[in-house]
């Protein structure tokens, strides 16, 4: 069976599958024996997402070694030209806490910008077997099935994920939707996106996502006809890899319909803090 659909055309959408799976390979061996520890930033990391990273590193390396890599654990490499083209932006597991815990719903995550935007993308979550790839004017696939998503304006029935906590005052726009609509979150980011692009999620909105987190899945939702944005609106990419630091990234994504209500929500409320804040500065 051909997982990889059209986008096998590509080799670094290839090389991208391939390394995907070989990420999960190497979680699913090593799930019983891992060891963890917590971040500055208070993030989960074990030595599992080390392994998988230091393994993908080496065989991007090895045939692509012109290309830029950043991964999430630190690694920041370009060999020559110094102002790669393309790079690899790896998550080695997005969802380590779910991982950690026992808990489905962890992803590895390979995405590849070209000149900064979303180019090639593969996220795989070993415990479904669901690889998702994609590939710029090649469309997006799970498992090598193509994927289309068909707009649908937001209900009740709609199904939305935000993530929590909050560091300071939860939105208005957000308590709407609280009331609105379904509520889910399921501790991947990258996975999140595939199942916007699948259909399953109406809206995903995140205040603190970071590069390794969109990078994969950002090309499968383009492809797959859904919209990845600024909460506002306003264009995601291009990110230049070569200066990311690890800087939290706002966005919100969905399919057409439900995107567009979404950035209507937030602009609303936008302009109503706004209106606020000059009547109050002229003392009305």
Not at 36 to 42: F, L, R, V
Not at 116 to 130: E, I, K, L, R
Not at 198 to 216: I, N
Request: proline share 6%; hydrophobic share 45%; with cysteine.
């Amino acid at each position: 069976m051909n997982r990889f659909g059209e986008t096998a055309n590509e080799p670094r959408a290839m090389a991208a599958g391939r390394l995907a799976l070989l990420g999960g390979r190497i979680a699913l061996d090593l799930s019983g024996q891992f060891l963890s520890g917590w971040k500055p930033d208070g993030s989960l990391v074990t030595n599992v997402d080390m392994a998988i990273q230091a393994r993908l590193c080496t065989e991007i390396k090895s045939v692509f070694p012109q290309d830029g890599i950043l991964a999430e654990e630190g690694e920041v490499s370009v060999t020559w030209p110094p102002d790669a083209r393309y790079w690899w932006v790896l998550d080695p597991l997005d969802g380590t806490a779910n991982f950690a815990q026992g808990i489905p719903g962890f992803s590895i995550s390979v995405g590849v910008l070209r000149d900064g935007m979303p180019f090639v993308g593969a996220v795989y979550d070993p415990t479904a077997d669901w690889l998702y790839t994609a590939c710029l004017a090649h469309g997006a696939w799970l498992n090598g099935r193509r994927l289309q998503i068909q707009p649908q304006p937001l209900s009740a029935r709609s199904v939305v994920s935000i993530r929590t906590p909050y560091e300071n005052q939860v939105p208005s726009y957000v308590l709407r939707w609280l009331c609105r609509h379904r509520l889910r979150r399921f501790g991947s980011t990258a996975l999140q996106l595939c199942y916007v692009a699948s259909g399953g999620l109406s809206l995903v909105h995140d205040q603190r996502a970071l590069l390794w987190d969109l990078a994969g899945a950002a090309v499968v939702v383009a492809e797959a006809g859904g919209v990845l944005t600024r909460p506002d609106g306003s264009a995601l990419f291009p990110y230049s890899p070569a200066i990311y630091r690890g800087e939290p990234i706002a966005f919100l994504a969905g399919d057409p319909l439900g995107h567009a209500e979404g950035v209507a929500d937030v602009t609303h409320d936008s302009l109503a803090v706004t209106s606020r804040m000059e009547r109050a500065a002229h003392g009305d």
